[in-house]
């Protein structure tokens, strides 16, 4: 029997570069689940937070994400990730102004990334096994660290003038700049190109364009249908 083709694409970029709204379309699409990596490290951050767990307490911080279990819940094209309750936490206090603040220092303690790791990779074969015709993951590492050999990679740019618009647009009042520099500057998984990204540079494109710029890099033997 052939196996079905399976596309896999890594999606990275800044903050508010578009990754999410490109991937979601993209994944629509072309029936490719869609993994919002961001969403992992702002929900183990929320759960630290509630229990008041502090990202330089080491010893607490190891001991908090040994119990701590992620589970996934597949809807639509999403993948959602889920905390020990089963529940995927609500949208609104995953991206609230408290979370920004903290993600990307629990982001960047490498005990965090190490235990998220398995289970971003292990996102692929929930992707196969519910039957989508690829995945479609974005972060800041998905092309360098986590899937490596993804068929197509992605490297999403805009201005910063225009993400700052972008977050505002959606009521957000925090610095995108801010959280680039440290996500940028971290040792462990810095936020960079990979060295076989695609660069695209949407500051004056619409979501459209993008998602048919990406859609023209798709490797002909393994594009959906
Ligand atoms: O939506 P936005 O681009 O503002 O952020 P996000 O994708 O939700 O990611 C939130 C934070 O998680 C980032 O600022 C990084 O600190 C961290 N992150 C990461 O370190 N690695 C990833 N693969 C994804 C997110
Ligand atoms: O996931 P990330 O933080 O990289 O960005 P996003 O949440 O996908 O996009 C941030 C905002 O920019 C959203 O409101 C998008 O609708 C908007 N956007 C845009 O205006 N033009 C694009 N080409 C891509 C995104």
Known sequence: MTKRPFLVIAVDGGAASGKSSTSRELARRFNLLHVDTGAHYRAVALA????GIDPHDLEGLRDFL?????????????SLVCLDDGEPPRLEDLRSEAVNAIVSGFAAEPLVRQSVKAYQRGQVE????????????????????ILPDADLKIFLTAD???RQKRRELEGASETVSDRDRKDSSRATAPLKPASDAVIIDNSSLSLDEVVDRVAGLFPDNLRPS
């Open 48 to 51: 630290c937070h509630r229990a």
């Open 66 to 78: 040994r119990r701590l279990r992620l589970g996934a819940r597949v809807d639509g094209h999403e």
């Open 126 to 145: 929930l992707a196969r096994s519910r039957g989508f015709s690829g995945i479609i993951m974005d972060g800041r590492d998905i092309g360098t660290v």
């Open 160 to 162: 910063e003038a225009t």
